[in-house]
């Protein structure tokens, strides 16, 4: 039988901590800049949320989008995107709401397609009213706050509140970065990249509580060993699993962004932003804080534990 | 813990089997599925909207309009019933969300009571010292009207769709004043929408033809007349003419029994037939007003108006006029079959997609999904050899348990559950990287290949389930908020999360103890 491939050596021996001031500052770099992008460039919310007419046409051959610009043009309709999706003959267009009664809505809708005529195909055709995109905004909101809320009231149960705040900390590193991204990509923000947004942050915390483990274990294991040595030890005995699990899932997620079709594009990016950003906030975002949180008073009461119940392995 | 009971394996070994029967019916084409015998499952995955064409529309019932209408029509009868028992009175209209009318005489109070009580049945009634009455919905009345309006509304609505020879349209009740319609597969999404956004209110009525539709807008219009544009339009959408229209309806599209389209002289029309009160009505009212006009009203709008050339005493007529084409004339007999909604609907949200974009949809998936899928076999055998083919059993296993699990519980796939689906892949073979990474670590601490398996399993179990609860957590939430597509992503996901900690845990745990036992390795090829 054939050996599998390794691609670390037994035991990696990489001094991780002695960087971690670096990466501490390009993280909160990238936290600022997320925050400003978003506060000042702004989201690019999709229909679900800001409302709107969203329709996706194909043309029979590649289109041409500065004519079909001018067809529309005319109508009223108020301000019209138009942009390629994917293929060059798949065209999507956004208008606003339009004033007045639903029956405005379908006629603007109506409106297009007679504009641009039978030889186009209506792929696809969404209507957001005002009143159900305020009530997707605060679902939205709300489900984030509760995912978040949930993993940490888990986390805090399985850890010492410790653990539990850093993996927060981490957790929402990762998820404003991946939202940073989209309002710096200008990437349509809808209710997929929202769902995508909290896989990412159960993902996150996934990749997180590994390493937690793998420090409670070795706190136990080495009582004298300082604090980085401790860490460093922790992620190098958990690294093979962390870069193959990550570049398994990400292989996964990859073949989703090139080959999972064009509705699927913002989420696939989300995703694939979430894997990586995930290995790096575990690595440099939750176990480095680790450091400024007196885990010597944690450990000492471990300790404490350990011997009221003596461990038993070798 | 390497040792399994027959009975574990036994367990094991039929819950994979069961799990696989479940998959079966979709590898079958659904013509074929009846072939199986009885026993056998034959569900299918239950596709989603956006995976096989179709619409979804969030309807809102103006649950408002069903109030002014009430009170509207509680002016109408106090106005009749206070003439007809000689009270006198003033200032009688709707205030706010009460009815008002002040008398004339206080002393009058007594003599109104008893007439208001009976009218404003549901309703509070005041009535002041100065002879000021003021009726209004108890909170009991306006739940009851809400609740009454929604029911209608979807029967109506119900009606309507299956009219159209629509396949399995799901039309259920959301919230307090909504209602959601799915109707997958459907073409021409623009008519039903048409169909269903009509009120369809109609009746007859007589033409006040005392004056003018000029007059009446220079402000001549009495009471009792409302002035109504024509259904027919002229080129720039304007309605073609204007009509003085009498409130009084002479008979309700209530009284209606059936209406089909039909042709007369080689111009469809809709033929229609009262019922038996509706007949009387209408013999009667005709029978008295020969030569006159009378107006077919649909929503406010006249469809035609016609002279009454006799007396029509057969309970039946035809409509015709407004530009009637054949499938107009389809339309209008089938909203008259189907009835009236109690209360404008409006579209809060539409999504539809076609048929093609679905399809293309499913295949850009699947690939995507097997490509991966591919991806990661292929890497866990490079990375962990024969353990990764154990693992790429398990995996394999995993992604036909959740397909038979889907289609058991009948659950919807949707685009974004498909990539549940390839995430989930990716996801699964997790633990078993973390249990491998430990039984490599165990060996390296010198441990024998039956006890570094064993505490590898052992070791890991924890870190697995903390790790996939949280994921857990966040699609439960997900599933808890989420709306159609994503929904199917949150389960998707959360079922997948249940199968691979089953599989990658349970299964391959077994298969590795039964090759251990079966061979004795010296060391293991990991």
Not at chain 2, 10 to 16: D, E, S, Y
Not at chain 2, 320 to 326: D, P, Q, S, Y
Request: aromatic residues 8%; charged residues 20%.
């Amino acid at each position: 039988m054939f050996r599998p491939l390794r691609i670390f050596p037994e035991e990696p021996k990489f001094d991780f901590m002695k960087y971690h001031r670096i990466f501490a500052g390009i993280s909160i770099v990238m936290i600022v800049a997320s925050i400003l992008l978003i506060g000042f460039k702004g989201l690019n919310f999709g229909i679900d949320f800001s409302g709107g007419i969203l329709m996706e046409v194909r043309a029979p051959q590649a289109a041409d989008i500065a004519q079909m610009r001018d067809d529309i043009a005319d109508l009223g309709l108020g301000e019209i995107q138009l942009q390629e999706f994917g293929e060059p003959q798949d065209v999507l267009i956004r208008m606003q709401r339009q004033e007045g009664s639903e029956a405005e809505q379908a006629a603007a809708v109506a409106a297009v397609k007679e504009a641009l005529g039978d030889e186009y195909e209506y792929r696809r055709t969404e209507f957001v009213g005002p009143k159900v995109g305020d009530e997707l905004i605060v679902d939205a909101i709300w489900a984030m706050v509760l995912a978040i809320g949930g993993i940490m009231l888990y986390i805090w149960f399985r850890y010492e509140w410790q653990f539990a705040i850093n993996a927060i900390v981490a957790l929402i590193h990762d998820c404003l970065t991946t939202v940073g991204l989209f309002a710096l990509l200008g990437l349509d923000f809808n209710l997929t990249t929202v769902a995508a947004v909290l896989t990412i942050a159960g993902y996150s915390v996934n990749d997180t509580v590994v390493i937690y483990d793998r420090i409670r274990t070795e706190m136990r294991r080495y009582k004298k060993m300082s604090m980085p040595d401790l860490l460093n030890l922790s992620l190098n005995r958990t690294l093979s699993r962390t870069v193959n699990t990550s570049g398994l899932t990400l292989l996964s997620v990859i073949a989703l962004l090139i080959f999972g079709g064009d509705v699927l594009r913002n989420f696939s990016i989300a995703l694939t932003w979430g894997m990586v950003i995930g290995v790096y906030s575990t690595i440099y975002v939750a176990t480095p804080l680790l450091l400024y949180m007196n885990l010597r008073g944690v450990a000492a009461r471990m300790a404490r534990e350990a011997e009221a119940v003596p461990d038993t392995r070798p | 813990m390497l040792n399994f009971p027959r009975w574990k394996v036994i367990t094991v070994v039929a819950l994979c089997v069961f799990g696989i029967l479940l998959a079966v019916p979709n590898v079958i084409s659904r013509e074929n599925v009846t072939w199986l015998p009885d026993w056998f499952p034959q569900r299918h995955l239950t596709l989603g909207l956006d995976l096989q064409g179709g619409s979804h529309l969030l309807m809102e019932v103006d649950v408002d309009s069903v109030f002014d209408a009430r009170l509207e029509a509680l002016v109408d009868g106090v106005r009749t019933e206070f003439r007809a028992a000689e009270i006198g009175y003033i200032e009688l209209g709707v205030a706010g969300d009460a009815v008002q009318v002040k008398l004339r005489d206080p002393a009058d109070a007594e003599r109104a009571r008893p007439i208001l009580t009976e009218l404003g049945l549901g309703m509070t009634l005041d009535i002041a010292d100065d002879g000021t009455a003021r009726m209004a919905f108890t909170d009991a009345e306006i739940a009851r009207l809400k609740r009454d309006a929604i029911q209608r509304s979807i029967e109506i609505v119900r009606r309507r769709i299956d009219e159209t020879g629509t396949r399995e349209p799901t039309i259920q009740r959301q919230g307090d004043e909504r209602i959601l319609i799915q109707l997958p597969g459907v073409k021409d999404p623009e008519r039903i929408k048409d169909l269903i956004g009509q009120t369809a209110k109609m009746d007859f009525r007589f033409i006040d033809m005392s004056l003018s539709p000029e007059q009446a807008e220079a402000g001549g219009l009495p009471p009792t007349a409302e002035l109504l544009p024509s259904l027919q339009t002229n080129e720039s959408g304007e309605p073609e003419r204007w009509y003085v229209v009498n409130k009084r309806i002479i008979v309700s599209g209530e009284n209606l029994t059936d209406a089909q389209a039909t042709f007369q002289q080689n111009q469809p029309v809709v033929s229609f037939r009262f019922d038996s009160v509706g007949g009387k009505r209408f013999a009667d009212a005709t029978s008295q007003n020969i030569g006159k006009l009378f107006a077919i009203v649909l929503d406010g709008k006249v469809i035609s108006a016609p002279v009454i050339q006799s007396a029509i005493l057969g309970g039946s007529g035809i409509i015709e006029g407004g530009n009637m084409t054949v499938e107009s004339a389809n339309d209008l007999a089938l909203l008259l079959r189907a009835g009236a909604l109690p209360a404008p609907l409006t579209v809060l949200e539409e999504r539809t997609v076609g048929a093609d974009l679905g399809a293309d949809s499913i295949a850009a998936g699947t690939e995507a999904c097997l490509i991966g899928l591919a991806l990661v076999i292929v890497m866990m055998v490079v990375l962990y050899g024969f353990f990764g083919i154990i693992a790429n059993v398990a995996l394999i296993l995993n992604g036909i348990l959740l397909l038979g699990l889907l289609s058991a519980l009948e659950a919807t796939l949707t685009l974004p559950g498909i990539a549940g689906i390839a995430l989930t892949l990716g996801m699964a073979v997790d633990a078993n990287v973390l249990i491998f990474e430990r039984i490599r670590e165990e060996m390296r601490n010198g441990r024998g290949p039956l006890s570094a398996v064993d505490s590898g399993y052992r070791e890991a179990m924890s870190t697995i389930i903390d790790a996939n609860l949280t994921t857990l957590i966040s699609t439960l939430i997900l599933f808890m908020f989420g709306s159609g597509p994503v929904k199917g992503f949150a389960v998707t996901l959360s079922l997948g999360i249940i199968t691979s900690v089953f599989t990658a845990v349970v299964v391959s745990r077994m298969i590795v103890g039964l090759w251990l036992r079966r061979t004795r390795p010296q060391t293991l090829p990991l």
